[in-house]
Nanobody, 125 residues
């Protein structure tokens, strides 16, 4: 198993930046693909970004492509989500997730086995 703890959320003005972190503990971090999802009030949880266990490939939702960057630091057992040019519609609770590495479905919520508790991001206009 792996335990995930997110941090870095907060209140920011539109156009600003935040960096979310997700610290993993437990089983070997490099064994897992990692993803970020978000859930806005009254909406379903949706995919934001993901990175392969090796760091070799990254994936983004169209809504964040070019503004958000996912990365991982194996030495620190941490995955990051750098969010730039934030918009009010990015307001949500952001969740880190992990899944045992596999070839398909990295953008699908139900493919993830472990979840953090979430960190709130609020973007004011």
């Amino acid at each position: 198993q792996v335990q995930l703890v997110e941090s870095g959320g907060g209140l920011v003005q539109a156009g600003g930046s935040l960096r979310l972190s997700c610290a993993a503990s437990g089983r070997t971090f490099s064994y897992y693909d990692m993803g970020w999802f978000r859930q806005a009030p009254g909406k379903e949880r949706e995919f934001v970004a993901a990175i392969r266990w090796s760091g070799s490939s990254t994936y983004y939702a169209d809504s964040v492509k070019g503004r958000f960057t996912i990365s991982r630091d194996t030495a620190k057992n941490t995955v990051y989500l750098q969010m730039n040019t934030l918009k009010p519609e990015d307001t949500a609770v952001y969740y880190c997730a992990a899944r045992e590495r596999r070839t398909v479905g990295i953008t699908r919520l139900r493919e993830y086995d472990y979840w953090g508790q979430g960190t709130r991001v609020t973007v004011s206009s």
